[in-house]
């Protein structure tokens, strides 16, 4: 049975970022964020990730896009134009209009123990939450029902 959990890159250090994804023995750590790639990310770059996640964590590393919010909707989000209820159910009609249960299988369905990378802070929250909950149900059913 495959299963999968979030964490957030954010106001959190390496040591506990790579540690609880060691503890959870992921093999793959899915970045999921739209901005990833700027000095704001600390650590948390991209280009650092695809290294140190393999070397550190022994599991594979993806940055796919795709689970990524609409740049304008983020920006709404993040400027408090949108509640969370409100965004958070944009980026769930964004995901099933984009069929996001079929590209996960197709793209990821190898995987056992997936981990979602997002931006929660503690004043915000993450569009991994609501990716999580929407991949969840999925990764509960049988292999013969998907």
Not at 106 to 127: E, F, V, W
Request: hydrophobic share 40%; glycine share 4%; net charge neutral.
């Amino acid at each position: 049975m495959q299963s999968i959990f979030a964490i957030s890159a954010y106001q959190t250090s390496a040591e506990a970022f790579f540690t609880a994804i060691k503890e959870a023995q992921a093999d793959l750590v899915l970045d999921v964020r739209l901005h990833n790639e700027s000095q704001l990310a600390g650590f948390s770059k991209r280009r650092d990730l695809a290294w140190l996640v393999p070397a550190l964590c022994q599991a594979d590393y993806v940055c796919d896009r795709f689970f990524a919010p609409e740049p304008g909707l983020l920006s709404r989000y993040i400027k408090r134009e949108l509640s969370w209820e409100s965004y958070a159910g944009a980026y769930r009609n964004q995901m099933q209009a984009a069929d996001v249960t079929a590209y996960f299988i197709q793209h990821y369905g190898r995987y056992q123990r997936i981990c979602l990378i997002g931006t929660a802070t503690k004043k915000r929250r993450s569009h991994t939450e609501v990716l999580q909950e929407l991949l969840t149900p999925l990764l509960e059913a049988p292999q013969a029902d998907r």
